[in-house]
């Protein structure tokens, strides 16, 4: 059985960008649903594989309900980490990655909010490591960097209207450059960047228990 991980701070501390009401809706309900499909699935097949992340991969593809399901799951346990309340800015190799990329922090921001805000319908905006380089990319629907040869993903937000409507309504461009501002992780960006170029592990969802 997978486990709904736990979110890392109290469901208030990204407000006011995103409320806690949002966070109830969206981890206790959105979430919680994909994870137990992905569980009822699995226990109708009679499988019990080592890892979302083997899920995610074997059924990508299938453009069924248990793909579906899993990438969810595993997209949104990776948004919840991929943000921090108590902000911060990058540094390091990262910082220089990010100059040498997009001329700097208000490039990357940009970047990532004109293709958040111009990607149609629901998905993902992502910003990944690539052959050594850096890109922002968007996904659709349960669609992850997961099942992508090469890439991993670094930073991401949710851009489904069940992410930001209660909070920004039909402003998600609004609800991108709030959240760039104050929200992402860069801790876990830069030990994502380093993990990309063999410096340590990547971040995995929790093993099933
Ligand atoms: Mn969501």
Not at 158 to 185: I, M, T, V
Request: glycine fraction near 12%; include cysteine; charged fraction near 15%.
């Amino acid at each position: 059985m997978f486990v709904l991980p736990d979110l890392p701070y109290p469901s208030n501390a990204l407000e006011p960008v995103i409320s806690a009401r949002t966070m109830g809706f969206h981890h206790g309900k959105h979430h919680k649903a994909y994870v137990d499909a992905v569980n009822a699935i699995l226990a109708e097949r009679g499988t019990r594989p080592a890892s979302l992340e083997d899920v995610v991969r074997a059924s990508a593809g299938d453009g069924g309900k248990l793909f579906n399901s899993a990438g969810q799951a595993w997209n949104h346990a990776m948004f919840w980490v991929a943000m921090d309340p108590a902000g911060g800015a990058p540094s390091g190799d990262l910082a220089q990655a990010i100059d040498a990329a997009f001329g700097g922090l208000d490039g990357l921001k940009t970047a990532f909010v004109t293709a958040g805000g111009g990607h149609f319908g629901s998905g993902w905006v992502w910003l990944v490591a690539e052959g050594g380089a850096l890109k922002v990319i968007t996904t659709h629907d349960a669609g992850t960097p997961l099942t992508m040869k090469g890439v991993t993903p670094l930073m991401v937000c949710d851009l489904w209207e069940h992410a930001y409507y209660l909070d920004h309504q039909n402003d998600r461009k609004g609800f991108l450059e709030a959240w760039f501002d104050s929200l992402p992780n860069w801790a876990l960006a830069q030990s994502q960047w380093a993990a990309a170029r063999g410096g340590g592990a990547v971040w995995r969802y929790p093993d099933p228990a």
